[in-house]
């Protein structure tokens, strides 16, 4: 989305197209469920075995997903753990379903 066009959209539409840009691409998609599932945290180089892309290229999407606050991320020495921020995954699920409900719910009128 261009800058030049965020300002004729609503605080809401821009929100979800942020949300959704996140989840719109196979290999972010794949980032959150393995973070999701590490119990303890996960660091880069555990996504660049499991994902399969390089280092910089995850370290890009990591960058995305921290742009909405999916992701909370602590120090271990010289590397970063992440992990999902569950509040903001509820708050992105909530968001989502409500799109789809009331965009339903317009469309059986």
């Known amino acids: 989305m261009g800058t030049t066009k965020v300002n004729i959209h609503d605080t809401e539409n821009n ?6 840009k996140v989840f719109s691409h196979p290999a972010r998609v794949a980032i959150i469920k393995y973070i ?3 119990n ?9 075995e ?14 995305e ?6 992701l909370d991320q602590s120090a271990h020495g010289k ?4 992990s999902i921020n569950t509040e903001k995954l509820n708050a992105c699920r909530r968001l989502i379903n409500d799109f789809f409900v009331k965009t339903q ?3 059986s009128r």
């Open 65 to 70: 997903i921290k742009k909405i606050g999916l």
């Open 15 to 20: 929100h979800l197209a942020k949300v959704s």
């Open 79 to 82: 590397s970063l753990s992440y």
């Open 40 to 48: 303890s945290g996960c660091i880069c180089n555990d996504l660049v």
């Open 105 to 107: 719910v317009s469309a």
């Open 50 to 63: 499991e994902i399969g892309l390089a280092q910089p290229t995850i370290s890009q999407h990591l960058s």
């Open 36 to 38: 999701s599932a590490c």
